[in-house]
């Protein structure tokens, strides 16, 4: 007879059947990884509380927290809907992806840089767009989801995510699960912040918020010249393929 297996080992086959789920799990985290900081950073929802709390001051904090929860749905769907159409609606003008990726890029670290470099000018620009909130229900959506919480800086960067999409059609699903999955993750931080902004205005305060955008800033620039850079590559690779490689007759 056999020997059995000693206690915690996995037999090969067992081991075998779990490997496409191990790949899927891991397909998935890489993606919400990749998207999460990017998506908070651009969004900023500790800075834009500070705003948030402004704006929303005459109100009860039960308002508050219902228009908060309120705005995190609806910048829940400004995400994924740029994650998921954003590539494919620009790619039906015949823009390819490897452009896409080096323009999209680029517009996120010239974002980036701007949030680093300026971030008073960022929270002046914020404070103007807040401005026009007339204290009714309609202002859930506009000013406060767009264009102070994901306004064009937010569709550009999740547009540039859903350009990095794999080739392999089996690819897309975990990789779209890990993109949504980060809109939501972002999503809940805005409801969270938001109906907390009174806490987050007296734990952090003006320049505690500065330091957590300019952390924020900088990651969102290291992200955003990755992308660029993934964007030449892709385009350059073929050139210099077709010149090496000898032409077959």
Request: glycine share 8%; with cysteine; hydrophobic share 50%.
């Given at each position: ?237 073929p050139l210099f393929t077709a010149r090496i490689m000898p032409s077959h007759v």
């Open positions: 007879m056999q020997g059995r297996l000693k206690p915690g080992l996995v037999s090969l086959r067992e081991f075998i059947s779990i490997l496409p789920g191990m790949w899927v799990l891991s397909s998935t985290i890489n993606s919400f990884l990749i998207a999460f900081p990017a998506l908070f950073s651009i969004v900023n929802p500790i800075g834009i509380a500070l705003i948030y709390h402004q704006v929303t001051a005459d109100r009860s904090r039960a308002e508050r927290t219902a228009l908060a929860w309120r705005v995190a749905a609806y910048s829940l769907g400004v995400m994924l809907a740029s994650l998921w159409v954003g590539a494919t609606l620009i790619g039906f003008f015949g823009v390819s992806l490897s452009a896409l990726r080096v323009a999209g890029g680029l517009v996120v670290a010239v974002r980036a840089w701007e949030m680093l470099s300026a971030p008073e000018q960022n929270e002046g620009r914020k404070q103007e767009q807040a401005s026009t909130a007339r204290g009714t229900s309609d202002d859930a959506f506009f000013p406060l989801t767009m264009p102070l919480t994901t306004g064009p800086g937010t569709i550009s960067v999740a547009i540039a995510l859903s350009a990095s999409q794999p080739k392999n059609t089996i690819d897309l699903i975990p990789f779209f699960t890990g993109m949504s999955g980060a809109a939501l993750a972002v999503a809940l931080t805005i409801g969270l912040f938001y109906a907390s902004a009174d806490r987050v205005v007296s734990l952090l305060g003006q320049a505690g918020s500065r330091v957590v955008t300019r952390m924020s800033a900088f990651l969102l620039l290291c992200i955003g010249v990755q992308i660029c850079l993934t964007g030449v590559q892709e385009a350059l690779v």
